[in-house]
């Protein structure tokens, strides 16, 4: 009965205990090591680690926002990182971060203003009708695995590589890029034959075709 009593009284100590602390300092720790990973170039698993924060707490914060918007600038998706900043600004912030999250929008705004001024095409992330391949992505993954199969020979060894590129308003793959790669050889190989692929169907804005960013990842044998 002792026992059963000092349980419950630690019980209720510790979460007294846990309630002196906000959301915001539980998932400081969290909030670390995201920052860690910007400082490595680590951009996408930036973003998850902010995924992880938000399912803590359970909701976004000012901090986060802005470490998600610098993950987007940096990966090159100026116009997603914009949305993030001008979420930051919905919460409460100190000044300092509220001063670097006005220095990030400007810098944001004025790189969009230059690449429409250059007469660069918009690219989507998230269309009103993304890019497909025929048939869907399981032909798609199946295409790529048997080009790869009889361009390669296996050593028996299994990784994972995850490519970014754009479906053109033509369907074609373009702009190819590695955001984590394997080895040279093997980046190389993977990056060439996407420039293969068959066509797509394309991605489509307000009725028109436009160009789309995709990110997949490839496991491969080599």
Same mark, same amino acid.
């Given at each position: 009965?002792?026992?059963?009593?000092?349980?419950?009284?630690?019980?209720?100590?510790?979460?007294?205990?846990?309630?002196?602390?906000?959301?915001?300092?539980?998932?400081?720790?969290?909030?670390?090591?995201?920052?860690?990973?910007?400082?490595?170039?680590?951009?996408?698993?930036?973003?998850?680690?902010?995924?992880?924060?938000?399912?803590?707490?359970?909701?976004?914060?000012?901090?986060?926002?802005?470490?998600?918007?610098?993950?987007?600038?940096?990966?090159?998706?100026?116009?997603?990182?914009?949305?993030?900043?001008?979420?930051?600004?919905?919460?409460?912030?100190?000044? /300092?971060?509220?001063? %670097? *999250?006005?220095?990030? #929008?400007?810098?944001? @705004?004025?790189?969009?203003? $230059?690449?429409?001024?250059? !007469?660069?095409?918009?690219?989507?992330?998230?269309?009103?009708?993304?890019?497909?391949?025929?048939?869907?992505?399981?032909?798609?993954?199946?295409?790529?695995?048997?080009?790869?199969?009889? /361009?390669?020979?296996? %050593? *028996?060894?299994?990784? #994972?590589?995850?490519? @970014?590129?754009?479906?053109? $308003?033509?369907?074609?793959? !373009?702009?190819?890029?590695?955001?984590?790669?394997?080895?040279?050889?093997?980046?190389?190989?993977?990056?060439?034959?996407?420039?293969?692929?068959?066509?797509?169907?394309?991605?489509?804005?307000?009725?028109?075709?436009?160009?789309?960013?995709?990110?997949?990842?490839?496991?491969?044998?080599?």
């Amino acid at each position: 009965m002792k026992l059963a009593v000092y349980n419950i009284i630690f019980f209720l100590l510790s979460q007294h205990s846990y309630a002196q602390y906000s959301p915001e300092e539980t998932s400081k720790d969290y909030i670390d090591y995201a920052y860690e990973l910007l400082e490595k170039k680590e951009f996408d698993k930036a973003l998850v680690k902010t995924d992880e924060i938000i399912a803590l707490l359970p909701r976004s914060t000012a901090e986060i926002q802005y470490i998600r918007a610098l993950s987007h600038h940096h990966l090159g998706l100026n116009l997603i990182a914009l949305d993030e900043v001008n979420t930051m600004f919905q919460f409460t912030m100190r000044d /300092e971060l509220k001063m %670097n *999250g006005d220095e990030l #929008k400007m810098l944001l @705004e004025h790189e969009i203003k $230059k690449d429409v001024s250059k !007469g660069e095409e918009q690219e989507y992330v998230m269309a009103e009708v993304s890019a497909t391949y025929p048939g869907g992505m399981g032909e798609f993954f199946h295409w790529f695995h048997s080009s790869y199969t009889m /361009e390669n020979t296996s %050593n *028996g060894q299994k990784g #994972k590589i995850f490519v @970014e590129f754009v479906v053109n $308003k033509y369907g074609k793959i !373009g702009d190819v890029s590695i955001l984590k790669g394997i080895d040279e050889t093997v980046d190389k190989t993977v990056s060439a034959l996407l420039l293969k692929s068959p066509k797509w169907m394309v991605a489509q804005q307000n009725g028109k075709p436009v160009e789309q960013k995709i990110v997949l990842p490839f496991s491969v044998e080599y």
